[in-house]
């Protein structure tokens, strides 16, 4: 008889610690890139919208993901970062030239 290991009590916290800038790190770039494409060529035109949107999108939904499981506070501000700038972003967008 083959035994098993259980998967949840050989997991360690630092399994995960190369996820964190695979999840957290493209939203990030796009909300860096939507504040500076936006603030100088985005302008009402349809791909600055969507490069608004896209770090609206994806930091709101690590928000909630955030909010229902209480992670440390680190974890707020790198979810939540994404979601300021592309509102900010959204905001640059809506300027006149």
């Known amino acids: 008889m083959v035994r098993r290991r259980d ?7 630092s399994d995960f610690a190369g996820l964190i800038p695979s999840v957290f790190g493209p939203p990030w770039l796009c909300a860096f ?7 100088k ?18 930091g709101g939904l690590l928000l ?14 790198l979810s939540g970062f994404p979601l300021a700038c592309g509102i900010f972003g959204l905001f ?6």
Do not use: C
């Open 7 to 13: 998967v949840m009590n050989t997991m360690m916290a």
């Open 33 to 39: 890139l939507s504040l500076f494409v936006n603030a």
């Open 41 to 58: 060529w985005g302008r009402r035109k349809w791909w600055g919208l969507l490069l608004g949107l896209v770090p609206v999108g994806y």
């Open 64 to 77: 909630a993901l955030d909010i229902r499981d209480r992670p440390e506070t680190i974890f707020y501000f």
């Open 92 to 97: 640059l967008w809506s300027r006149q030239h």
